[in-house]
Antibody, heavy 121, light 107 residues
Framework: QVQLKESGPGLVQPSETLSLTCTVSGFSLTSYGVNWVRQPPGKGLEWMGTIWNDGSTDYNSALKSRLSISRDTSKSQVFLKMNSLQTEDTAIYLC???????????????WGQGVMVTVSS | DIQMTQTPSSMPASLGERVTISCRASQGISNYLNWYQQKPDGTIKPLIYYTSNLQSGVPSRFSGSGSGTDYSLTISSLEPEDFAMYYCQQYDSSPLTFGSGTKLEIK
């Protein structure tokens, strides 16, 4: 069945770079896009960016200068790298598969459980 | 960026009650609107996509409607498992944006 699982360090120092991995199973990254979404403690959801099935990317303009999303299709993994972390980047980071059709549907049909990242010295 | 204003932010309700959650976009989004449910353990699942399409496996007591800038999610008769957070999301234009969420609580 379809699964997504995030992994990465739980604690990152301010000004350093965050590296996260989303390992997927049950589908191919060449058939579906994967998105990163984050949720600060007690707050709402923020879309960070996507890597489409063709490998192209789209980023939230608010994060674009700090964010990079890539993938390794042979390992079924999607990577997030974000630099210059600050305390306000403390959040749960989630990856989600995107379902889309030419009919105009586009939504996140499967989500990982998320990984908590704390930015603190 | 398109701002999504979701109301109410919290809603006490009773089992069996009919509830409606609203989502207003800062500009027209051509029905490109999804709804998600987040359980207290953090699990997120899609409920409704493209305004009114029910995701497979989601009970028929959930429904969505709307057009232009105004959209809504209705639960016709609340079950215990429906007490959770609900978020709308627009995908008309990048960046994709979510509403601030509605916490459905037991009255």
């Amino acid at each position: 069945q379809v699964q997504l699982k995030e992994s990465g360090p739980g604690l990152v120092q301010p000004s350093e770079t965050l590296s996260l991995t989303c390992t997927v199973s049950g589908f191919s990254l060449t058939s579906y896009g994967v998105n990163w979404v984050r949720q600060p403690p007690g707050k709402g959801l923020e879309w960070m960016g996507t890597i489409w099935n063709d490998g192209s990317t789209d980023y939230n303009s608010a994060l674009k200068s700090r964010l990079s999303i890539s993938r390794d299709t042979s390992k079924s993994q999607v990577f997030l790298k974000m630099n210059s972390l600050q305390t306000e980047d403390t959040a749960i980071y989630l990856c989600a598969r995107a379902e889309s059709t030419p009919l105009g549907w586009y939504y996140f049909d499967y989500w990982g459980q998320g990984v908590m990242v704390t930015v603190s010295s | 960026d398109i701002q999504m204003t979701q109301t109410p932010s919290s809603m006490p309700a009773s089992l069996g009650e009919r509830v409606t959650i609203s989502c207003r976009a800062s500009q027209g989004i051509s029905n490109y609107l999804n709804w998600y449910q987040q359980k207290p353990d953090g699990t997120i699942k899609p409920l409704i996509y493209y305004t009114s399409n029910l995701q497979s496996g989601v009970p028929s007591r959930f429904s969505g409607s709307g057009s232009g800038t105004d959209y809504s999610l209705t639960i016709s008769s609340l079950e215990p498992e429906d007490f959770a957070m609900y978020y709308c999301q627009q995908y008309d234009s990048s960046p994709l944006t979510f509403g601030s969420g509605t916490k459905l609580e037991i009255k």
